[in-house]
């Protein structure tokens, strides 16, 4: 089983919709969570925090359950520029300094 | 600020050539890691840094070597190139290594395919 599991999509939505992706780690002692951004041939980028009470930063929130170990991210009102691949990142202490896992992704394509 | 640089973009190599991929930051991280990317896998540690002078292994470490004289350079060093090194490399760095100190800063990547 991998340490942290996405659903590779791709998930195609219309402009405007609500669409919300899962994300399951393996190792109870995961201490933080991240949701991070890929463009295309590009770099990841941090997208935000998952914090332990659940947070929203504009059209995105993102939860955490950890009695069921998964986070969420939600975004609303998709635009366009939403279509990317995203990544859940769980960090755990291992050894001298924190283990951080990614998962393989999520595609997300918004169409018009 | 620059943040995160790699060099090269591309490169072609042929079985069994060695080379170095660069990687520099300028935010004065201390921890700094390689990953490769290959489709379907996600990012995999190759290896990481936890300051100048001390370096560790991550999940795929065979066939490279790193070195971190400094606080901002971490290059990494393919020993002998094989075919199954082909993938996208990215070099990261963040502030530390708990709680949001963990946020990774991304080079570009460096796009390698071995022949």
């Known amino acids: 089983r991998k340490e942290v599991e996405q659903d590779p999509g791709p998930f195609n939505v219309p402009e405007g919709a609500t669409v919300a992706f899962n994300c399951t780690y393996s190792?109870?002692?995961?201490?933080?969570f991240f949701w991070y951004r890929q463009d295309c041939r590009k770099e990841p980028k941090l997208l935000m925090s998952v914090y332990s009470s659940g947070n929203e930063d504009g059209r995105f929130t993102a939860q955490l359950n950890r009695a069921s170990q998964y986070i969420s991210l939600l975004i609303r009102d998709s635009k366009l520029s939403d279509s990317a691949t995203y990544l859940c990142v769980v960090s755990l202490l291992y050894s001298s300094a924190s283990k951080i896992i990614f998962g393989s992704g999520t595609r997300l394509s918004i169409r018009p | 600020n620059a943040g995160v640089t790699q060099t090269p973009k591309f490169q072609v190599l042929k079985t069994g050539q060695s080379m170095t991929l660069q990687c520099a930051q300028d935010m004065n991280h201390e921890y700094m890691s390689w990953y490769r990317q290959d489709p379907g896998m996600g990012l995999r540690l190759i290896h990481y840094s936890v300051g100048a002078g001390i370096t560790d292994q991550g999940e795929v470490p065979n066939g490279y070597n790193v070195s971190r004289s400094t606080t901002e350079d971490f290059p990494l060093r393919l020993l002998s190139a094989a075919p199954s090194q082909t993938s996208v490399y990215f070099c990261?760095?963040?502030?530390?290594?708990?709680?949001?100190?963990?946020?990774?800063?991304f080079g570009p990547g460096t796009r390698l395919t071995v022949l």
């Open positions: 190792n109870s002692a995961s201490q933080s």
């Open positions: 990261a760095s963040s502030r530390g290594t708990s709680g949001t100190y963990n946020e990774q800063f």
